[in-house]
């Protein structure tokens, strides 16, 4: 059996591999490359892709590939957009710092500002220093990249046919998974996690959701609600729920000390690698 598992970023997906690898056995995982990279005669494989214009991983790439490679089942990983920013946001500089400590610098200030006082500093205003083409970017550039993001996904999430299931990271979460086993016709290992050490691990932060309701403030529901609300909609998820924790906290073992953890070990693994191409250009010249 080959199992796809396609989302965005930070919606669950590469926890969702180990999950269902564990209910198969024999089972190979791939992750990550472009589309058709991992092909064989696998008995079992589970196959994890991510939707990111940015990367060149856009769904036009990936409509073509799911034409003309077969897979046995399809998922689609749905999270709470506003829980995926604030993710994403904080993930911004797990490949380290080679060329861009000011700008690091400055998007740590704004996350410290906000532990200090969480209604202060709108999760827009961090997301400006967090761009990969240049810095603050205007609040406008934030959420037009938002708008376009997920009116993308909102409409490839209605195009999807019965050979797909939709599967929430909140009910992967709290471990609701008779549906999803229904479909998949096995069942998926709910105790089976990211393994420490294996590299994929730092994508794990809180494994919780509604963090967006201490991160949010009015101004953010203000700019980004419009943005959202379509792919809300499309994937089930309460339109008009946005309420705000009513004593915001943002604790630093999930913020500054998450980022500064994550861009100290991409920092490390850049060198790593260079060492590692050195060692084998010196070899192969032997």
Not at 49 to 59: L, P, Q, V
Not at 100 to 107: G, M, P, T, V
Not at 236 to 246: C, I, K, N, T, V
Request: aromatic letters at 16%; a positive charge; charged letters at 30%.
């Amino acid at each position: 059996m080959k199992v796809l598992i396609f989302g965005t970023g930070k919606s669950g997906t590469t926890a969702m591999v180990y999950k269902v690898s564990a209910g198969l056995p024999h089972c190979h995982a791939f992750s990550g490359g472009k589309p058709g990279k991992y092909t064989g005669n696998y008995e079992n494989a589970v196959y994890k892709h991510t939707y990111e214009e940015r990367k060149g991983k856009s769904f036009e790439l990936y409509e073509k590939h799911f034409r003309e490679f077969r897979y046995d089942r399809k998922i689609w990983m749905a999270r709470d957009p506003r829980d995926v920013l604030v993710s994403r946001t904080l993930y911004r500089f797990h490949k380290g710092l080679l060329f861009n400590r000011r700008q690091f610098n400055a998007y740590l200030e704004k996350i410290l500002q906000k532990e200090t006082d969480p209604r202060a500093v709108p999760l827009v205003d961090i997301c400006r220093y967090a761009g990969y083409f240049g810095w603050p970017v205007p609040a406008e550039e934030v959420v037009r990249e938002e708008t376009t993001r997920y009116a993308r996904m909102r409409d490839f999430v209605k195009s999807l046919d019965s050979s797909w299931f939709v599967f929430r990271y909140e009910d992967m979460v709290t471990g609701r998974f008779e549906e999803i086993n229904r479909y998949l016709g096995f069942e998926l290992k709910q105790e089976a996690e990211v393994p420490r050490g294996s590299g994929k691990d730092k994508v794990v932060r809180k494994k919780a959701f509604g963090d967006w309701r201490h991160w949010f403030t009015e101004e953010d529901i203000r700019l980004l609600k419009p943005a959202y609300l379509p792919y809300m909609e499309a994937v089930g998820y309460d339109r008009e729920d946005w309420s705000l924790a009513p004593e915001p906290v943002i604790e630093p073992r999930f913020s500054s000390e998450y980022v500064k953890t994550l861009a100290a070990k991409g920092h490390a693994n850049i060198f790593k690698r260079f060492y590692d191409n050195l060692m084998q250009r010196y070899y192969r010249r032997r």
